[in-house]
T-cell receptor
Framework: DQQVKQNSPSLSVQEGRISILNCDYT??????FLWYKKYPAEGPTFLISISSIKDKNEDGRFTVFLNKSAKHLSLHIVPSQPGDSAVYFCAAVEGNTPLVFGKGTRLSVIA | KAGVTQTPRYLIKTRGQQVTLSCSPI?????VSWYQQTPGQGLQFLFE???????NKGNFPGRFSGRQFSNSRSEMNVSTLELGDSALYLCASSVGREETQYFGPGTRLLVL
């Protein structure tokens, strides 16, 4: 029973265009959401997060949107760059409980 | 500030053996969590330690255990290794239990 789902295992986007990575969750008690980026042979790197009291958080080229009623969040990368090619994990947490991760989406940015 | 370090980076063991993995958190971080990553399963939570106490445990058999020392360094142990234990084991640290976690590079374990 997956509480956090990333339904697209992979995504290809042209350089300079927008990348949109999606994540759905089932637990309405999640109160904090994070995105991590992972390159091969490295650990995940924290990218951006959002609290459940907000619906948008922006950091440079990265914006995370949260739609609580739909239990959906998305990560927008604009403009996409070849260096953004990586696996992106969505994660959610409720209070002090452990992070729950999705299975990841592999983003390929084509030059 | 140095990041999370994990040793060893790569390990090959045979079935039935045991293994100990080590994690040194970022200085000042008191919470350490361990995850297992396998292809197709994403990151699955193993356990979390804070101030030398296990605070949470994931759905893994008792062969998986861990501990945290007074300097916040942590070890995890897997006994009686099985082929399915082959995975990337990731350690993450955070200042407190509700803070953002920062990951180490992982230990890639191959069980033959």
């Amino acid at each position: 029973d997956q509480q956090v789902k990333q339904n697209s295992p992979s995504l290809s986007v042209q350089e300079g265009r927008i990348s949109i990575l999606n994540c759905d969750y089932t637990n309405s008690m999640f109160d904090y959401f994070l995105w991590y980026k992972k390159y091969p042979a490295e650990g995940p790197t924290f990218l951006i997060s959002i609290s459940s009291i907000k619906d948008k958080n922006e950091d440079g080229r990265f914006t995370v949107f949260l739609n609580k009623s739909a239990k959906h969040l998305s990560l927008h990368i604009v403009p996409s760059q070849p260096g953004d090619s990586a696996v992106y994990f969505c994660a959610a947490v409720e209070g002090n409980t452990p992070l729950v991760f999705g299975k990841g989406t592999r983003l390929s940015v084509i030059a | 500030k140095a990041g999370v370090t994990q040793t060893p980076r790569y390990l090959i063991k045979t079935r039935g053996q045991q293994v100990t993995l080590s994690c040194s958190p970022i200085s000042g971080h008191r919470s350490v969590s361990w995850y297992q990553q396998t292809p197709g399963q994403g990151l699955q939570f193993l356990f979390e330690y804070f101030s030398e106490t296990q605070r949470n445990k994931g759905n893994f058999p008792g062969r998986f255990s861990g501990r945290q020392f007074s300097n916040s360094r942590s070890e995890m142990n897997v006994s009686t290794l099985e082929l399915g234990d082959s995975a990337l084991y990731l350690c993450a640290s955070s200042v407190g239990r509700e803070e953002t976690q920062y990951f180490g590079p992982g230990t890639r374990l191959l069980v033959l």
